[in-house]
């Protein structure tokens, strides 16, 4: 399995809204947030990290391609997505909808266990 991370900061004032927006996710909409990653073939990892510039939200994708995943979560049209991009916007200030520069949110540079990865 492949595994993908991306940051997103919270903006200022938002953390609490972001709390809100996980309950739902652990909530009242889990089964609809884990079918969608189902379908898209991930599994997403979400982790709060407290830093002295702000909040930041630490998002892993785990699967066969999670850069393919990430890219078919945000392009998808249903109504759960269109809602959770709609939130991530509101909290992080993103646009997930848009598509990412290089295709993928992220680049891996450095890896314990296969050395060396080299950055460009």
Do not use: Y
């Not at 759960?80 to 992080?92: N, P, S």
Request: hydrophobic share 45%; proline share 8%; charged share 20%.
């Amino acid at each position: 399995m492949a595994l993908n991370a991306v940051v997103f900061p919270i903006l200022p004032g938002k953390t609490a809204e972001w709390h809100e927006f996980i309950a739902e996710l652990n909530g009242a909409r889990c089964s609809e947030f884990a079918e969608s990653r189902r379908r898209a073939g991930v599994q997403e990892r979400t982790f709060l990290q407290p830093t002295p510039m702000g909040d930041l939200v630490i998002v892993t994708l785990e699967g066969d391609d999670p850069a393919r995943s990430f890219g078919q979560l945000m392009s998808a049209k249903d109504a759960f997505t269109t809602w959770f991009l709609e939130r991530v916007k509101a909290i992080h200030g993103v646009d997930l909808s848009a598509p990412m520069p290089d295709g993928s949110p992220s680049k891996l540079v450095l890896d314990s266990q296969v050395v060396p990865v080299l950055a460009k």
